[in-house]
Nanobody, 124 residues
């Protein structure tokens, strides 16, 4: 079992930056693959980025590639999402997700653990 708590969301102007954090509790955090997803009203939750437990492998949605960076600090049981060059279309609730072991997935179903989400709003 792992519990996830996101923080770092807020209001930012287009072109600005935010860093989201996801703190995890649980003794086996270092064995979890972690992901960030986002959701806007009336739309399905979509993949943004994911990272393997070791940090060696990452994956990004095309819409955020080159602007967002995911990283993991196993000593702090925390995963980060650095978001630069933000656009109004990045406005969403951002969710942290975890799955035990192995493969990075870009869909929601393989992730059994989810945080409550943090709102990111980018003004034009």
């Amino acid at each position: 079992q792992v519990q996830l708590v996101e923080s770092g969301g807020g209001l930012v102007q287009a072109g600005g930056s935010l860093r989201l954090s996801c703190a995890a509790s649980g003794r086996t955090f270092s064995s979890y693959t972690m992901g960030w997803f986002r959701q806007t009203p009336g739309k399905e939750r979509e993949f943004a980025a994911a990272i393997s437990s070791s940090g060696a492998d990452t994956s990004y949605a095309d819409s955020v590639k080159g602007r967002f960076t995911i990283s993991i600090d196993n000593a702090k049981s925390t995963v980060y999402l650095q978001m630069n060059s933000l656009k109004p279309e990045d406005t969403a609730v951002y969710y942290c997700a975890a799955r035990p072991y192995g493969t990075i997935f870009t869909t929601t179903r393989p992730y059994p653990y989810w945080g409550q989400g943090t709102q990111v709003t980018v003004s034009s």
